[in-house]
Nanobody, 121 residues
């Protein structure tokens, strides 16, 4: 089992920044990639960014150039630095543990509780 705990959400004005954190514990050896998803009201959950244990990253087109994913393997923590935030970034953001194969991220059924990010116009 893997436990994930997010923190860092909040309310910010358009153009502002937020940094999300995800602390992982438990059977971490089974994880070789982690990702951030988000779900806005009435929409499906979507992958925002992912990072492998080796540091390779992937981003949704909508956040490229604005968001940066990183991880500290010593602290078992993943981060999402979100800059130039837009109202359409408003959603609940979820941390996920998974794996990657040939550049595609595959989520395991390990999710954090979610953290709300609200961007006002």
């Amino acid at each position: 089992q893997v436990q994930l705990v997010e923190s860092g959400g909040g309310l910010v004005q358009a153009g502002g920044s937020l940094r999300l954190s995800c602390a992982a514990s438990g059977s971490i050896f089974s994880i070789n990639a982690m990702g951030w998803y988000r779900q806005a009201p009435g929409k499906q959950r979507e992958l925002v960014a992912a990072i492998t244990s080796g540091g390779a990253t992937m981003y949704a087109d909508s956040v490229k150039g604005r968001f940066t994913i990183s991880r500290d393997n010593d602290k078992n923590t993943m981060y999402l630095q979100m800059n130039s935030l837009k109202p359409e970034d408003t959603a609940v953001y979820y941390c996920n543990a998974g794996t990657d194969y040939s550049g595609t991220y595959y989520p395991y059924d390990y999710w954090g509780q979610g953290t709300q990010v609200t961007v006002s116009s």
